[in-house]
């Protein structure tokens, strides 16, 4: 384990890697860091201060366990002489020699003036030996001053083993579920299980999502910590393979199966919202690297599809890249103003700019080949809307009514509604009969969630279209459907596991009224329900984190719910909304279920 955890450290970039491992590591040594650097700030040499006992020592150490003033300088790679006295601000002599002409001079507070004092110069990789020499003469030279260590990858990745993994529910089954996931996490095929075990384990919880272990608010707290460290090595590893994708991914599980515990534990701890929102960082970082990827794909025509061979396979992946794009989008719109951090990882013009260039640059997204694409289409409407690209989505819109329809009413090319790719292969390549494409397409989410789109455009000629389409007496008959999510229930769910299977409402068959005006009329009558009133009821809404749950749409396929969406509907004239409230109690218990 210690050999895995110096090669991942020595492929970390000091900045929003290495500097946002090192506090996490001191607070489970039990050393509480009270500064951090940050960007277009001098730091007058120091990287990271913090005050604690001083456990780094042998026990036999007169010093062990004394309280002391910590002064970090940190740096990436391997320490030669370049690093250690070159031009650039950035060297470590200078840095150091800074430190006590400056730093603890007028940088200190009162409260630790007194305190002894220790530098130590922290870096990914190792100091080479020319540069031991200067190093020995530089601590001998303020030895009456500070004491001094040197922390390279190899240190670190002691303490991290010692600290970090080994303490508390880190025992040998998650360590060997963590190599396993270090080993696969490359694998196009691998599920990461082993790391879901990890994950269930580390937070008391059992196959079901329901608390297994009851845990204090500190032992939480730690066992968070140990979760944004493994989630840190995976997603890196996969970084470094080039599978930004899979660390996304195993990002998002942490983010809900954490807050899903969160929730369970019914705190309203400080400690532990500080440490959630680092998972909340560490999710925002490993989405700029998946975007950083991505980027270039999207904005050249067909870019995405050289990543893949089979028509089919493509349109899945596009899709899927549809969702991943704006549910990042949301995550940072929704969460950022609670840690405005969340806004230096990316632009959201710049997210808004590649989905659009997705849409325009890949015509098979006006052709959804699975019923359950549909969360992805409106986690992208909601997002690009929010933007106001207003335009790119009409027409998107219009492209996907005018080719579902045809492929519908031609049964072949359609939206397979059990979403499994076994069904959509046969579809394609084993030409099924008559009797089997209309099994296939026998529900819809889709087809409603276009006509709610319509109305919410203003796209009554659209809306028209669908609805004559759909009329004629060869169309298929299909059951239009939409889920809607009970406010009191859905929470117990949607964190850990796809929850329609679980709670909330159908509303089927979903008639389409010859004018739109009257579709858009029940829509509004649900939106006003009490029963559906979910974001009120949000617990990551009402924490400012509204975000994750866009995030656990994507992940689990919980579709989002049209009470909210639908909020996007234009105002009405306050006549026909009283009207509207009057038949609210009613269409509450007119939706079957």
Request: charged share 25%.
């Amino acid at each position: 384990m210690k050999l895995i955890l110096s090669t991942y450290l020595r492929t970390m970039k000091e900045r929003d890697e290495f500097d946002v491992l090192i506090p996490d590591l001191l607070q489970t040594m039990g050393i509480t860091p009270i500064t951090k650097g940050q960007r277009g700030t001098r730091q007058s040499g120091v990287d990271l201060a913090a005050v604690g006992p001083d456990i780094t020592v042998s026990e036999s150490d007169p010093t062990y366990g004394k309280e002391k003033l910590f002064l970090f300088v940190l740096k990436q790679g391997d320490i030669d002489r370049n690093v250690w006295n070159g031009q650039g601000e950035q060297s470590v002599k200078p840095s150091i020699d800074e430190i006590f002409t400056d730093y603890i001079r007028s940088h200190i507070s009162a409260n630790h003036r007194d305190l002894p004092k220790k530098i130590i110069l922290g870096t990914t990789g190792d100091m080479k030996e020319n540069v031991k020499p200067s190093w020995s003469g530089l601590t001998e030279f303020y030895h009456d001053k500070a004491a001094f260590d040197f922390w390279g990858a190899n240190e670190v990745a002691g303490y991290i083993e010692k600290h970090m993994l080994n303490e508390h529910l880190f025992k040998d089954d998650d360590r060997t579920d963590l190599r396993r996931t270090l080993a696969l996490i490359g694998e196009p095929t691998y599920t990461c299980r082993d790391f879901d075990n990890l994950l269930r384990r580390q937070l008391g919880l059992d196959v079901s999502g329901n608390i297994e272990a009851e845990f204090s608010n500190d032992q939480l707290h730690k066992a968070l910590v140990r979760i944004n460290m493994a989630v840190r090595m995976v997603s890196g590893w996969a970084c470094n393979d080039g599978d930004t994708k899979a660390a996304l991914q195993v990002s998002e599980r942490a983010l809900l199966w954490s807050w899903h515990r969160l929730l369970k534990q019914q705190t309203r701890s400080t400690k532990l919202k500080t440490v959630y929102a680092d998972l909340c960082g560490t999710y925002a970082y490993n989405a700029a690297a998946y975007f950083k990827k991505i980027q270039p794909y999207c904005l050249v025509r067909d870019g995405l599809a050289r990543q893949t061979e089979s028509c089919n396979l493509f349109t899945l992946t596009l899709f899927e890249h549809i969702g991943l794009l704006a549910s990042i989008g949301l995550f940072i719109t929704y969460c950022g103003a609670g840690n405005d951090e969340l806004y230096d990882y990316i632009e959201l013009n710049d997210i808004a700019d590649a989905l659009v260039g997705v849409l325009k640059n890949n015509p098979a997204t006006s052709s959804p080949r699975l019923d359950g694409q549909s969360i992805d289409i409106t986690l992208a409407v909601i997002f690009l809307l929010i933007m106001d690209r207003h335009d790119e989505v009409i027409e998107w819109v219009r492209k996907m009514i005018n080719r579902t329809c045809s492929m519908f009413y031609m049964r072949r090319g359609f939206p397979v509604d059990s979403d499994n790719i076994e069904d959509l292969i046969e579809l394609d390549e084993a030409r099924p009969s008559r009797e089997r494409r209309e099994e296939l397409m026998q529900t819809s989410w889709l087809l409603p969630t276009l006509a709610g789109w319509c109305g919410i455009l203003n796209q009554e000629q659209l809306y028209g279209e669908l609805h004559n389409t759909m009329t004629k007496d060869d169309f298929p008959n299909i059951c239009r459907q939409l889920w809607h999510p009970v406010a009191n229930d859905i929470f117990n769910f949607m964190y850990y596991q796809n929850a329609c299977r679980e709670t909330g409402e159908c509303e089927a068959p979903i008639i389409f009224e010859e004018g739109m005006n009257e579709y858009t009329d029940r829509m509004r009558q649900i939106m006003a329900s009490e029963r559906h009133q979910v974001v009120e009821a949000s617990p990551a809404h009402q924490a400012d984190l509204f975000g994750i749950d866009f995030v656990s749409s994507r992940h689990f396929r919980n579709p989002v719910a049209p009470s909210f969406w639908y909020r996007f509907l234009p105002e009405k004239p306050d006549a026909i909304l009283a009207e509207n409230a009057e038949q609210t109690q009613v269409a509450e218990q007119q939706i079957p279920t």
